[in-house]
């Protein structure tokens, strides 16, 4: 625990800048900071509704990541919570390495080399910490399976289900394809266990169905959410062959190209972020469009994540399969050989499948049940990275055992002892070494070649968008790691070596121990440094005059810079610099979450529902001379503001609305360095760029007068019983949104005839809260309450305190049925509970069942003690 602390710690050290945030891709601070005034009631159901015009999210649930939120607050989590999942991760990594009874110092080495693993490390900087308490998990359920206790085994397993389905709460996907090795471990040492036969089959299958009934127990809630907002109704997680096929490319974007499998030994040979300075960002293929490099279309490449496993932990990985290959002498029992074997079996799959589309097999396993519906291949290299760990782990106590071999070094030096060795060595061990410095002069020889085609590596830099300047920076900037990798590579080799030949055998002991962590720990932190970006989010997240103008009552209009809400381009902003960094990268991700303005358009929907699909393919214009289906959008969807180029905005009114005119320039501004702002080599960055109002400014915040207010009355309604009856109106240029709303409800009739020239009456919004919404109605006549919120069965709608039949309006949106008179409305979100219970249920009985293993354990190690005495 102290080296992890004082490890991490050494990296990490910036979190304790009262004004420093750790940068996360996926759980950016100003999202975090959106869900603090529902934190506790998520548990009940989590809704979104900053995006689009709403959107069901999984529910908050009893894990270790919503409950450090919970504890430490938004900013907190964003300045501690990875450093915290590494410590995590290391300490059971070392658990599992005690477990299986392993000396305390390859245990420690091992933990160090599992919580600085640029995998879990680099996700965790992303923004995914939650998957690297998925893999924290997987070592803790491996640890209670190993533990070589056999009271009460059965509880044992139990507890190894509940850290099952804590890593697929924490991990969900991840965490679903790491209880498959969990699995895969509990089968097997059974049958190391027990041999062959009928009691082997008997003894895995029970104990495999106790680790698989305790994790559904605790994982209920997290399979009942990710089910209901994941699964049921979302475009493409049908199992047909047709909908697998239609999901293939964009289930496998990021795969790993084969040859980028040298990133697990040399960490920056094909650079790290996408932002890393000085030649250092990522310039492989993983998320790379199919197809790309001959038609150059969509994505190029994309990168949140690495997969370097060190160099020190591959070395002495591989020395123990080979190791475990040769019966003499003697260093693993059977059972470790076989465990060796099982973990590399496991690494070979994993990397194998993680290559994704760039191999047949995947073709294979997508065409299980549900298993197209996991995306991202390189998900595998999760699994890849634990068996790493723990042939590491391995191999370290197979060279432990070899120093504990009674051999008298005297007062000879380390050189002396290692050439007396050499002659009387084993040929196997000969053969290492031999192969070891091989392996050191082609890595050397291969970094020479490389040197030397600086010209083809340029050309081919050029040819996949990097300008000239950024090639040649790039080229210098992979030597500089070919050139770690050949010092760690040499650093192994000796240390490695110096041990084979009992160098460090008796008092010396300990000086191996010391020399692997200085090696181990500088190597890797080398390779993580790259993925630890800060910020002070005090200038970040500083305001500026176009949001204080949108941040009013945002819950009265919503905001768009887009034509489609799930398409980046084309975009109201011309430029793409600013459309896709500024607006999309800071303004939409981070900034509209931070000050809670909505928007409709859509910062990542992968798993889009059928019914949203719908709504937005109905509103795509045919012609690029039509823009009439995307005003009709913003009018259905209240979206008031538009911001964009001001001749976009006039293009606006000539091909969407030419007739009426409505939209106008509410106010026009331009882009300009904050006061503070400091000019990289790459200019100002994009979080460093602010907004003045300017009448004769290029971009403008347009107002389009007849958008539909969030809540309005309607005393004319038609029930309409089909979707597409009501999608075709809506799209029909003589129907009027502001007159008329559709009503999809079979058992709801029509306005009366006497009714529909009525005035409504009036509505106002009282409260606004994501899963409840309140308002006051003064209806002068029987009326429909329209809200221009997305629809979902799990809301509820009360009149007066009596809960109404919630209506579908134009076909996506929620209403209610009025009476005439003054009413009080209430809209509330809330889901099924009882996985949630059942998770709770599941997590006492852990710490029971914890308790008592623990009490037994110390029970059982008392009477031993005394018996020594």
């Known amino acids: 625990m102290i080296f992890l602390l004082l490890t991490l710690g050494f990296l990490f050290f910036k979190s304790f800048d009262p004004a420093s945030v750790l940068f996360a891709n996926d759980a950016p601070l100003g999202a975090l900071r959106s869900q603090e005034s529902t934190a506790i009631q998520n548990f009940s159901g989590a809704w979104e509704p900053l995006n689009w015009i709403g959107l069901e999210r999984p529910s908050a649930l009893p894990n270790v990541t919503y409950t450090f939120y919970l504890l430490c607050g938004a900013l907190n989590y964003a300045k501690f919570f990875v450093p915290f999942t590494l410590f995590l991760l290391g300490f059971c990594v070392w658990f599992f390495f005690r477990q299986l009874g392993f000396s305390t110092s390859t245990s420690v080495l091992a933990g160090l080399a599992g919580a600085l693993n640029t995998d879990p490390f680099s996700m965790g900087c992303w923004g995914l910490a939650p998957i690297t308490v998925a893999i924290a998990a997987s070592f803790a359920a491996m640890g209670m399976i190993a533990s070589d206790y056999r009271k009460r085994t059965w509880m ?181 050989r076989r465990f060796i074997w099982f973990w590399s079996a496991m690494a070979l799959i994993s990397l194998v499948l993680a290559f994704g589309w760039h191999t047949p097999f995947y073709r294979i396993v997508y065409q299980l049940p549900y298993f197209s519906t996991i995306r991202n291949p390189i998900k595998f290299m999760h699994p890849f990275s634990i068996a790493i760990v723990v042939l590491f782990g391995y191999g370290l106590e197979g060279l432990h055992r070899l120093s504990l071999e009674k051999r008298s070094a005297g007062n000879t030096s380390m050189l002396s002892q290692f050439k007396s060795w050499w002659p009387k060595a084993h040929k196997e061990d000969r053969r290492w070494v031999i192969f070891s410095v091989a392996l050191l002069g082609i890595s050397a020889l291969g970094t020479l070649i490389f040197i030397s085609s600086r010209s083809e590596m340029e050309r081919h830099l050029s040819s996949i968008g990097f300008p000239n300047e950024s ?101 109201l902003i011309s430029d793409p610099n600013v459309s896709g960094t500024i607006y999309y990268g800071w303004w939409l991700q981070h900034l509209f979450q931070y000050y809670t303005i909505q928007s409709i358009d859509i910062i990542q929907m992968p798993r889009a529902p059928e019914m949203d699909s719908t709504f937005l393919r109905n509103f795509v214009p045919a012609s690029d001379t039509n823009l009439f289906p995307i005003v009709r959008l913003w009018q259905l969807t209240g979206t008031q503001y538009q911001i964009g180029d001001k001749g976009r905005i006039e293009i606006l009114n000539r091909l969407g609305d030419p007739l009426m005119r409505r939209f106008r320039i509410h106010a026009s501004f331009d882009f300009v360095p904050k006061s503070n702002a400091v000019a990289s080599p790459g200019g100002i960055k994009w979080e460093d760029i602010t907004t003045e109002i300017k009448p004769d400014g290029h971009y403008a915040v347009a107002e389009f007068a007849d958008a539909l207010p969030r809540a309005k009355l309607y005393t004319d309604w038609r029930n309409v019983t089909s979707e597409e009856q009501t999608l075709k109106a809506l799209a029909d240029p003589n129907f009027n949104p502001q007159q008329t709303v559709l009503v999809l409800n079979a058992a709801f009739g029509d306005a009366s005839a006497g009714s529909t020239n009525v005035q409504a009456g009036k509505v106002e919004i009282t409260n606004y809260a994501p899963k409840r919404v309140q308002l006051t109605v003064q209806a002068s006549a029987p009326a429909v309450l329209l809200l221009n919120d997305r629809f979902a069965p799990d809301w509820t709608v009360s009149v007066d305190g009596k809960t109404q039949p919630l209506l579908r309006c134009n076909f996506i949106m929620r209403g209610v049925s009025v009476p005439p008179g003054n009413h009080l409305i209430e809209f509330n979100y809330r889901t099924d509970a009882k996985g949630l219970y059942a998770s709770l249920a599941a997590i006492g009985l852990s710490f029971v069942f914890g308790a008592a293993s623990i009490w037994g354990s110390r029970s059982r190690q008392a009477p031993a003690a005394a018996k020594k005495l």
């Open 471 to 571: 090639a040649s920076q790039i080229f210098h900037f992979v030597i500089g790691e070919l050139g770690w990798f050949l010092l760690f590579l040499s650093l192994s080799v000796v240390l490695v070596s110096l041990i084979l030949g009992r160098t460090f055998s008796g008092p010396r002991l300990r000086w191996a121990s010391l020399l692997l962590g200085i090696v181990l720990v500088c190597d890797l932190s080398r390779a993580d440094k790259p993925w630890i970006v800060y910020y002070n989010y005090h200038e970040k997240y500083a305001r500026n005059s176009v949001l204080d103008l949108l941040r009013e009552k945002p819950f009265e209009h919503r905001v768009t810079g887009r034509f489609i809400p799930l398409q980046p381009e084309p975009s």
């Open 156 to 336: 044992r397993y139990c507890l190894a289900g509940a850290c099952v389905g804590m890593g697929v709460m924490e991990g969900y996907d991840v965490g679903a394809i790491l209880s498959l090795y969990v699995a895969a471990f509990v089968l097997f040492q059974a049958w190391i266990d027990h041999k062959s036969g009928p009691k082997t089959a008997t003894k895995g299958a029970f104990r495999l169905a106790l680790v698989a009934v305790f994790a559904a127990l605790l994982a209920a809630s997290a399979l009942s959410t990710l089910i209901g907002t994941q699964i049921k109704g979302i475009v493409g997680t049908q199992q047909d062959t047709e909908s697998k096929e239609q999901r293939w490319n964009e289930a496998t974007l990021w795969s790993l190209p084969r040859i980028e499998a040298l990133r697990v030994i040399i960490p920056g040979v094909f650079g790290y972020r996408m932002d890393t300075p000085d030649g250092g960002n990522y310039w492989g293929a993983v998320g790379q469009q199919q197809g790309w490099e001959q038609h150059h279309q969509g994505q190029a490449r994309h990168s949140g994540t690495g997969v370097y496993a060190g160099i020190l932990v591959g070395f002495i990985a591989a020395w123990a399969f080979f190791k475990s290959l040769k019966t003499s002498p003697a260093i693993f029992t059977d059972s470790d």
